[in-house]
């Protein structure tokens, strides 16, 4: 029997949702801690202090869903009754997670008894008991989660993503141009390629008519080897996303993301059936059940799987394993985070053999760079930490001018 890829991919999403949403089991992080722990360390969690802070951007910032001049965000830091440390860092975004920075906090101290006196190697079962206790609320459980991964890495003097299972230890990211006028973003693209990225993505979503002319600016500027991915953050309707794809084919677009709003699989579908252009999605998929009805709508070639949106490291992984089980390619975004929530990202990255694109870029756009160690990018090239857990520290004179909530 001849069966098409959507014959196929129906076919198969309820037993590939059945085996990815079953509780995540961590053998090899186990395994880590018989052989690495020390009998007499206790990993039990102490202390729970969020930190609240909010850092400018070095300039404005436009997309389609509005203009960013900032970044609130919440540090977590966990304490064991040892004395080992785990950072996790919350960026809450309203318009795609309904966020904000107040709502997470009030959510965390909702959240801190599901932590508190836990031993972080229990990590597993506190994320489920924390995704029992609230669907939502991805950034501050993000947040928590990834102080526990930090602490567990310590511990057994791992980097996350060996505990993950690493596959790289360094990989390629764009760099974001965010809306302006065509001659504007032609010329920050040009400075983009400058300093050594290979590929760039540039913000669209506003109108056809001028996303078409800023697509054809960029490209000339950049040139015909450079990576160009367009993201219009919800701002189409799918007639609108299939005239501007058509007019710029010629452009040699790797991949144009969320073209119109969250929920209009219908949409999405009837562009990947229009185009030749390969369709990301992201605000549309939160968690793995989200990816598991784009694979049975047929509508996505490509997943951006970001931390903030689905709750945590361990439901990054699932959604990857998810796509991959469906041949979908993944990448992981971010929102505004410094490296804290970025190389927490990047530990994914390095795990996944499916996640082959990267926006990582967050951290460039923001006028103070907190974090000691951590992901560094070098000519477009993010190479990994090799220090255990996160692989980084807070400075303490960042530190010292904040206040736990």
């Known amino acids: 029997m001849t069966m098409n890829r959507k014959s196929f991919l129906t076919s198969f999403a309820g037993a590939i949702g059945a085996a990815a949403l079953c509780d995540f089991s961590l ?182 008519a001028p996303d078409i002319e800023r697509i054809r600016a960029v490209r000339e500027a950049v040139g015909p080897k450079i990576k160009l991915r367009i993201d219009a953050n919800q701002g189409w309707s799918p007639s609108d996303c299939v005239h501007v794809l058509r007019a710029v084919a010629e452009q040699q677009l790797q991949l144009c993301e969320q073209p119109v709003v969250y929920w209009d699989w219908a949409g999405l579908r009837f562009i990947r059936e229009s185009v030749g252009t390969p369709i990301m999605v992201d605000e549309s998929v939160h968690i793995a059940h989200d990816a598991i009805v784009g694979i049975r709508e047929n509508a996505m070639d490509m997943i951006n799987i970001k931390l903030m949106k689905c709750g945590g490291i361990l439901q990054a992984v699932r959604i990857a394993q998810v796509a991959d089980a469906a041949n979908i390619k993944c990448m992981l975004g971010c929102m505004d985070e410094t490296r804290v929530g970025l190389t927490a990202a990047a530990h994914v990255v390095a795990s996944q053999k499916n996640v082959e694109f990267a926006d990582l870029d967050a951290f460039l756009f923001l006028a103070t760079d907190p974090v000691i160690g951590g992901m560094e990018v070098r000519d477009g090239t993010v190479y990994m930490p090799q220090g255990p857990g996160l692989g980084l520290d807070v400075d303490p004179a960042f530190m010292a001018k904040l206040r736990a909530a």
């Open 27 to 208: 053998p090899s992080l186990a395994e880590a801690q018989e052989k690495s722990r020390v009998p007499s360390k206790s990993t039990r969690i102490r202390d729970i202090e969020m930190f609240p802070y909010s850092l400018p951007m070095k300039e404005h910032f436009k997309i389609a869903l509005g203009t960013e001049i900032g970044a609130d965000n919440i540090l977590v830091r966990l304490r064991t009754e040892d004395g080992v440390i785990g950072y996790g860092e919350a960026s809450p975004y309203s318009p795609v997670t309904g966020e904000t920075q107040q709502s997470d906090i009030a959510m965390g101290k909702s959240l801190e008894p599901f932590i508190r006196g836990k031993d972080a190697f229990s990590l597993a079962r506190i994320v489920a008991e924390m995704e029992s206790f609230t669907p939502g609320n991805g950034s501050i459980k993000a947040a928590l989660e990834t102080a526990l991964w930090d602490v567990c890495g310590k511990v057994t003097g791992q980097p996350i993503c060996h505990l993950l299972g690493a596959y790289r230890d360094s990989f390629e990211t764009d760099l974001t141009v965010g809306i302006d006028t065509p001659q504007v973003m032609a010329e920050k693209a040009r400075g983009v390629v400058q300093q050594g990225f290979k590929a760039v993505k540039i913000k669209v979503g506003e109108a056809p």
